[in-house]
Nanobody, 129 residues
Framework: QVQLVESGGGSVQAGGSLRLSCAAS????????LAWFRQAPGNEREGVAA???????IYADSVKGRFIISRDNAKNTLYLQMNSLKPEDTAMYYC???????????????????????WGQGTQVTVSS
């Protein structure tokens, strides 16, 4: 069982950058596809980016070219580098571990929450205009 703890959220002005981290514990970290989700007030939670055990990535259209997902398996840590932030990026950000090691399911079916078995508690990102 993987346990996930996010950090790195905060407040930033539009155009700024933040890097989120997600520390993982548990022996299944290295065999799991990992992802970032976000949820703004009044909105459903949405998938932002995912990276599988081979390093393949997938991004939501809204963040392509601005966000970069990466993982350091030696440190059991997932990252999300967020650049050119916009007020609409304001949300609680969550990391999650997929039940599969690859992004194949996400490619064909999208970021379905039911495919992710473990979630962190979230870290808040606020972008002001």
């Amino acid at each position: 069982q993987v346990q996930l703890v996010e950090s790195g959220g905060g407040s930033v002005q539009a155009g700024g950058s933040l890097r989120l981290s997600c520390a993982a514990s548990g022996d299944t970290y290295s065999s799991s596809c990992l992802a970032w989700f976000r949820q703004a007030p009044g909105n459903e939670r949405e998938g932002v980016a995912a990276i599988d055990t081979a390093g393949s990535t997938i991004y939501a259209d809204s963040v392509k070219g601005r966000f970069i997902i990466s993982r350091d398996n030696a440190k059991n840590t997932l990252y999300l580098q967020m650049n050119s932030l916009k007020p609409e990026d304001t949300a609680m950000y969550y990391c999650a571990a997929h039940r599969s090691p690859t992004i194949t399911t996400i490619l064909f079916e999208g970021f379905r929450e039911t495919h992710f078995g473990t979630w962190g508690q979230g870290t808040q990102v606020t972008v002001s205009s």
